[in-house]
């Protein structure tokens, strides 16, 4: 029995998200091990320059939530349109005879390409909101309303995300 062509094409989208996601993990450890490099310099030299450190965090967080992404949208694709399927007998593998998954992952809740969307759409509002907070690292908070007006942007992205969480559980 042959794999049928679009299930095919697929395989090339899921390997591109799950190596994606491999460099974005690698990204965010070599951050992380950076800050840490950095932190210890910081330390030895007596330095107060904790501002670089934090900017490399929250580098460090957006290459986890990409490969977050990447990953839970790799593994959504396969589930959806190269795994198990009525074509594919119990004894066979459905990845080109390599791979069998029985079941798909808890954590992956997908079952369709709207809930594949939703699950992107969600993961790609936090990354803007860690990039919201990426952008403010550089603005001077000198006076009062410079920070009333960073915690008014902080509050109302943090609550847009969570209208969009209480919304999907409701649908």
């Known amino acids: 029995m042959g794999v ?23 990204e965010g450890c070599l951050l992380v091990m950076e800050s840490y490099a950095h932190y210890f310099h910081i330390l030895s030299q007596r330095l107060d320059q904790s501002t670089h ?4 965090l929250i580098e460090a967080i957006d290459a986890f939530m990409m490969g977050t992404a990447l990953l839970i949208f790799g593994v959504g694709m396969y ?25 798909p992952p808890g954590w992956l809740g997908m079952e369709s390409i709207g809930q594949a969307k939703s699950k992107i759409g969600h993961a790609v509002m936090m990354i803007l909101q860690v990039g919201v907070l990426d952008k403010f690292k550089d603005i001077p908070l000198v006076t009062g309303l410079d920070l009333a007006c960073f915690a008014a942007s902080v509050l109302t ?12 559980h409701q649908c």
Do not use: D, Q, W
């Open 4 to 26: 049928p062509l679009e299930r095919f094409f697929t395989l090339f989208a899921v390997a591109g998200s799950l190596l994606g996601s491999v460099l974005c993990f690698v």
């Open 157 to 168: 992205s943090s609550a847009c995300i969570f209208v969009l969480s209480r919304l999907h």
């Open 53 to 56: 450190l934090v900017h490399l």
């Open 79 to 103: 589930v959806m349109f190269v795994g198990p399927s009525s074509t594919i007998r119990e004894t066979e593998s459905n990845l080109l005879g390599l791979f069998y998954m029985k079941t």
